[in-house]
Every structure is written in C-alpha cells, then in structure tokens.
C-alpha cells in the first residue's frame, strides 16, 4: 500500500535519521518507537509530504507519492500534531464537511457511531472547538480521521490528552480499521494503544557510538 525506500528523514545540517526502507501493507499495523527525540514525528511528517526528505521516496500503490494530489488525498489519512479549526464552525460543522468532502454515506449515522465509540456524547458536537476540553477536541480530531475512507492511516500520538478507556477505545477502532484492510503506521509511547498480537514495531535505537538506527521487533 505505502512503500518508503531508503528516505532520510531529518533537517538540512542538523538532526538527521539514517535511511529507512518500509512496506506498510493493507491491513497491517506498523508501531514506530522511540525515546523523546528519536525521530518519530520528522519520519511522519517527511512520509506524509509535509516535510521534504533529504534523500529517498515514497510511493503510494507502487506510484511515487503525490502529497497534494487527488490519489493521496483520497487514500491517506494523516493526523500529525495537527489541531486546525475553521473559526465560525461548531465541532460537528467540521465534521460533516469533511464527511461530505470525502463523500462518506449516510454521514450523520456514521459521526454518531465513530464519536459513541470514542466516549464523545454527541450533545458535544454542538459546540465551538475552543469550548470543548482537550481530549474532546482530540477525539474530534480522530473522528474526523476515523469517518472517512482512507487507504493508510498516519497518525503521530494519536492517543494524546485521552483518558484510559478512550485509549482502549481507539485501540478497538484502529484494529478494526486494519482488519478492514486500513494501513496504519503510528507513533506512540503508550504501550496501551496497541495490541502487541497485530503489530509490528520499528524501534528507533541510539547505538553505542551515538549514531541512530531502526531495529524491528
Ligand atoms: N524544525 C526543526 N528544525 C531542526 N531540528 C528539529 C526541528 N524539529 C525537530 N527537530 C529535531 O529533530 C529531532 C527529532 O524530533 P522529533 O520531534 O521527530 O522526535 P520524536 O521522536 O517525535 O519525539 P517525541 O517523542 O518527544 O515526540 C530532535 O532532536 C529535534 O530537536
């Protein structure tokens, strides 16, 4: 589904990855892992398009990816630290347009279930971002993720500002998602998100002399 080929992710003249190569398959659940600083989220970011690589590619579908194209914008859905709102609407305002941009059917049944299965009371939808708490906003967030089709999902600590039943919860929706046949590769510290049985880790490692490397367990 995605395929990364030997792509250095890092800043020009400062903090760098070594080359990683990774073939995120249908259906599959791939863990990036790390210390503080590892790496994780420039790897994300410079995947999803948003950063340039300093070398190597992404290709989506064994095409080269085209980040701002119709092709990646219908399969990829990414959530990376971003938390952008259009002012004047409510949180279920963002989601039925987003809902509508990707032609999602029956878009009020389908923002009902995905928020009853975060622990969102719909009642909340209702109401301006900014008066929502910070785990309301992220699971907002995630619906908006979540409600509509993607091939591959990014998503960077997606489990952020989440109470321990919502991250259980999340867990449930991303293993359903990959069962379905979603590819999904995620960064996050919290153990709890995942289920050890379906995924697979890549662990950015510091080695002895200092130098960065990927171990996958
Ligand atoms: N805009 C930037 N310019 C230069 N260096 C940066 C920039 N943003 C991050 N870095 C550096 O890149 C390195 C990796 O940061 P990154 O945010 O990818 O780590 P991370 O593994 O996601 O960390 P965390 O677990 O704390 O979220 C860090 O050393 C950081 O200082």
């Not at 993720?145 to 109470?163: F, H, M, S, T």
Request: with cysteine.
């Amino acid at each position: 589904m995605l395929t990364v080929t030997g792509l250095v992710a890092g800043y020009p003249a400062g903090f760098a990855l070594p080359p990683v190569h990774l073939d995120l398959a249908a259906g599959s659940i791939v863990r990036l892992a790390g210390a503080n600083g590892a790496g994780k989220s420039t790897l994300l970011q410079t995947i999803a398009g948003r950063q340039a690589p300093l070398a190597g590619r992404v290709l989506l579908g064994g095409e080269p990816a085209e980040p701002t194209g119709p092709v990646w914008k219908r399969q990829v859905a990414a959530l990376l630290g971003d938390d952008a709102w259009l002012t004047g609407l409510t949180a279920g305002e963002h989601l039925r347009l987003l809902a509508c941009a990707h032609r999602v059917p029956a878009p009020e049944a389908a923002i009902t279930a995905v928020c009853r299965a975060l622990h969102l009371p719909v009642r909340f939808l209702e109401d301006y971002p900014e008066a929502l708490s910070s785990g309301q906003r992220r699971k907002v967030l995630l619906s908006a993720v979540l409600i509509r089709p993607a091939g591959v999902l990014l998503l960077d600590e997606p489990e952020q500002n989440l109470d321990a039943t919502s991250v259980q919860a999340l867990r449930g929706l991303l293993t359903d998602r990959a069962q379905s046949g979603t590819a999904i590769l995620l960064a996050t510290h919290d153990d709890a998100l995942i289920d050890p049985e379906r995924t697979t880790t890549v662990q950015i490692c510091e080695h002895l002399d200092g130098t960065l490397g990927f171990d996958a367990a």
